[in-house]
């Protein structure tokens, strides 16, 4: 039995790398991949709502881009016959085994939105991933635009978060970028438009990825992404997916939100279990009040916690 890394899919047809010899071959799942018994600690074994419970049972696996996986041939065709266990599994992008994630968000075309900024760093959170933000088009607003964007996304960057801006089409940004991602399994996520196949091709030429403008009458683009791929980069890989159109809170309960907003840890609030919605005396509140939290950030986080309470309950 041989071990490999899954490196693409495209209609249920694997790309391997032999991890012993490092030769890339095609391969199929064997049906018995299909269902699997699994314990309720399995790394395969996740929620798909609040209220579920993890408890010992046949699920459906299916291999994905990033997994690690045991391979044999027989006669003419290479099979996949077990999926090793995952250290992080993804739904949107589809990608297992992430060691970071790039945000990518253009200023224009689709427009900037820290709403969705705000969804995906709590659904990372939860994922324990660590994201890094990246801002594409820089050179289609002018700079008094770009700088006004720059002092809200400051905020970001001083409660932790990393953040780049580039201009793709002529490389701008790339200097300071690059390094990111030397030994590390890196996914582009982000709205379908903002310039992730873009991204792709400035960074590897070689790839010549289809890539298409941005609608002016929806302000979104169309899928250029048909499957998703990881492609060598800087003794790592870069992981290509479609886009999609939504994220959800499913798993997350409204008394672990704050958890995901990262700066609430270091606010000091009086309330061991405060919501941090409309407490009189709450710590973040206050903050909000003295400029040291950016209300948009709470807003957010209200609406979120808003969202989580009146959502129908998945058993």
């Known amino acids: 039995m041989k071990k490999g890394f899954i ?6 047809q694997y790309q391997l790398k032999d991890i012993e010899s490092g030769i890339i071959i095609e391969a199929k799942a064997r049906g018995k991949l299909r269902f699997v018994r699994v314990d309720k600690d399995d790394t395969f074994n996740k929620n798909i709502g609040e209220r579920t419970k993890k408890e010992q049972k046949t699920i459906q696996i299916s291999p994905k881009v990033g997994d690690f996986v045991y391979f044999e041939k027989q006669e003419d065709q290479y099979f ?18 992430v060691d970071q994630v790039l945000l990518l968000f253009s200023v224009i075309r689709p427009d900037f939105s820290f709403t969705l900024l705000d969804k995906f760093l709590v659904i990372l959170g939860q994922e ?4 890094v933000l990246v801002v594409s088009k820089i050179d289609l607003v002018s700079e008094e635009f770009l700088k006004d964007l720059q002092n809200k996304l400051k905020y970001y960057e001083n409660i932790g978060y990393d953040v780049y801006y580039i201009n793709s089409k002529q490389r701008i940004g790339f200097d ?5 991602f030397k030994d590390k399994t890196s996914v582009l996520a982000g709205q379908t438009g903002v310039g992730k196949s873009t991204l792709l091709n400035a960074l590897m030429p070689e790839l010549n990825l ?48 704050k958890d995901y907003f990262i700066e609430f840890q270091e606010i000091e609030c009086k309330f061991r279990d405060c919501k941090h919605i409309n407490e009189l005396g709450c710590g973040v509140l206050e903050a909000i009040k003295d400029d040291e939290m950016m209300k948009s950030r709470h807003e957010n ?15």
């Open 80 to 97: 996949i016959t077990e999926v090793l266990p995952r250290i992080n599994d993804l739904k949107r992008p589809d990608v297992a085994n």
């Open 301 to 315: 986080y209200v609406s979120f916690y808003n969202e989580i309470a009146n959502r129908k309950k998945i058993y």
């Open 128 to 131: 324990n991933l660590k994201p």
């Open 176 to 180: 300071v970028l690059t390094h990111i």
């Open 7 to 12: 490196t693409r899919l495209i209609a249920g």
């Open 210 to 257: 289809k890539t298409q403008e941005i609608s002016d009458a929806l302000n979104r683009g169309k899928h250029t992404t048909r499957h998703s791929e990881l492609y060598p980069f800087n003794e790592g890989y870069i992981c290509d997916t479609p886009g999609f159109s939504k994220i959800d809170f499913n798993t997350i309960r409204e008394s672990e939100l």
